[in-house]
């Protein structure tokens, strides 16, 4: 039997004896299939690698410095360090004056100790001279005066009386030498990479990034950049998981297009060697041609259901005997581009961020007010595409047009997703919603 004549077979979720498919009571919530997907996910192995490779990555070890920071006492400002027993009590009419002994660079040691009645010029960040205990900026001082009237800097007058310490970074202000300065479990972002560069060091240890697997099904499929011929259409879920797995901190590894037959799906499933997580698109649901369920139930533990959301109802899980009979997680999204991308964002997304050691696995969730209907014609819960804005401190979400699972554009459009519960067949305009922020950046000012 080829696989064009693969037989009408009942396929998905439990009949019924008087043959009704996908009543509600057979759906799993989301919040079950949820539950159940992520029980097969936990934080990968640790990985060492360049500072600046790390960014987004989870550190897999506690960061102790070894050094302080600053390493030595330094000045703060461009001025004199001088003793504050020198200037206590100083003012612009009864200045204290003192013999400047010499200067102080940034990157320089200091080679004379400041004694009563001395100062050294300094410069922010030049270690302070033994002796001296504060730092009066040169603006406090005769300095500008004396350069002006071209007098040698060999003295100066100190203008103002300033607090003991003034202008001392003391040694190990930021850190102290073996001080816990980012706990294992961190998110390296910018800020991170730069006090661990402060400390050092050019190599970190993080979880490393999941590999995942994306593999696109279907006969009408065609590969970006040939011509379109009769029937066919582009192979956009590929391209819209893939760049979704990257945006979640995976590396995906695209593995083409399997065609609606066991041979060449069976065939492109030998490239998931060496992946995390398999995500497939497509022939998961009722058709005559949705062969990939039969793969996988040959060649793993699957599981295949309905869920009760829209999009995205149909969906596949389980394991895939992979490879050199490696168990690899599975993820069989359904084959509409918006039904693959809301799926993915609810479920492969939170198990990609879990094996990358990430415990803020959710998107932020705002109370909004709804500026045109989501309808809910059977039961589910619906996820509407919206354009979040904020107006007068409150969020309006707008939907995006027509929500078919098919109209990738309106996804596209959408900064969230609207969420309209499953026992109520209308939001309104006017109603409160919650949305799911998709993208949370500043259009939406937050
Ligand atoms: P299926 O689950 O195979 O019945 O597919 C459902 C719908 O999604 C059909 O209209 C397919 O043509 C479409 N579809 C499946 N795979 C892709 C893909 N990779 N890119 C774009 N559309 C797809
Ligand atoms: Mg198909």
Redesign the pocket.
């Known amino acids: 039997m080829t696989s064009h004549q693969h037989g009408q077979q009942p396929s998905e979720g439990p009949v019924h004896a008087h043959g009704h498919r996908h009543a509600a009571e057979d759906m799993l919530s989301v919040e079950e299939a949820y539950e159940r997907v992520m029980a097969s996910f936990q934080t990968l192995e640790a990985e060492e690698k360049p500072l600046l490779d790390c960014m987004g990555q989870v550190l897999a070890e506690d960061i102790l410095s070894p050094l302080a920071l600053p390493p030595l006492a330094n000045s703060a400002m461009d001025g004199y360090a001088l003793r504050h027993s020198d200037i206590a009590g100083a003012s612009q009419e009864n200045p204290s004056n003192l013999r400047v002994i010499g200067l102080v660079a940034a990157g320089q040691m200091p080679d004379k100790s400041v004694a009563p009645g001395t100062a050294v010029r300094i410069m922010t960040g030049a270690p302070v001279p033994d002796g001296a205990d504060t730092v009066v900026p040169f603006e406090e001082t005769d300095e500008v005066q004396r350069k002006k009237e071209g007098k040698p800097l060999d003295q100066v007058a100190i203008f103002a009386d300033m607090p003991v310490g003034c202008n001392v970074r003391p040694a190990g202000e930021d850190v102290s030498l073996g001080a816990l300065v980012l706990k294992k479990g961190t998110v390296v972002r910018a800020a991170e990479v730069g006090v661990i560069a402060s400390l050092g060091l050019d190599k970190v240890k993080v979880i490393r990034r999941p590999v995942v697997a994306v593999l ?3 006969d ?2 065609e590969n970006l950049g040939a011509p379109l011929t009769g029937g066919k ?1 582009y ?4 391209f819209s998981v893939a760049a979704s797995v990257a945006a979640s901190g995976g590396i995906p590894k695209i593995l083409g297009i399997a065609r609606d037959n066991l041979g060449d799906l069976n065939a492109k499933l030998e490239a998931t060697a060496g992946s995390d997580l398999v995500v497939t ?5 009722k ?1 005559d041609y ?1 062969i990939v369920k039969d793969v996988l139930n040959e060649r793993g533990e699957m599981n295949f259901w309905s869920v009760r959301m829209r999009p995205a109802k149909p969906l596949a899980f389980g394991h895939l005997n992979g490879p050199g009979g490696k168990n690899i997680p599975l993820l069989g999204l ?4 918006v039904s693959a991308m809301v799926a993915f964002e609810m479920f492969a997304r939170p198990a990609i961020r879990t094996m990358l050691g990430k415990v803020k696995i959710p998107r932020p969730v705002v109370e909004g007010v709804l500026t045109g209907p989501i309808h809910n014609d059977d039961g589910r819960r619906v996820y509407a595409r919206v354009e979040v804005e904020l107006k007068d401190g409150k969020y309006h979400a707008t939907p995006t047009g027509p929500q078919g699972s ?1 109209i990738l554009t309106s996804m596209s459009r959408a900064n969230g997703l609207a969420i309209c519960p499953e026992d109520l067949p209308v939001k309104n305009a006017g109603d409160q919603v919650q949305i799911i922020m998709l993208d949370w950046n500043e259009e939406v000012q937050v």
């Open positions: 696109a099904t279907g009408e499929l259409i192979d956009s879920n590929s698109s497509a022939g998961v649901s058709g949705d359904p084959g509409n581009p098919n």
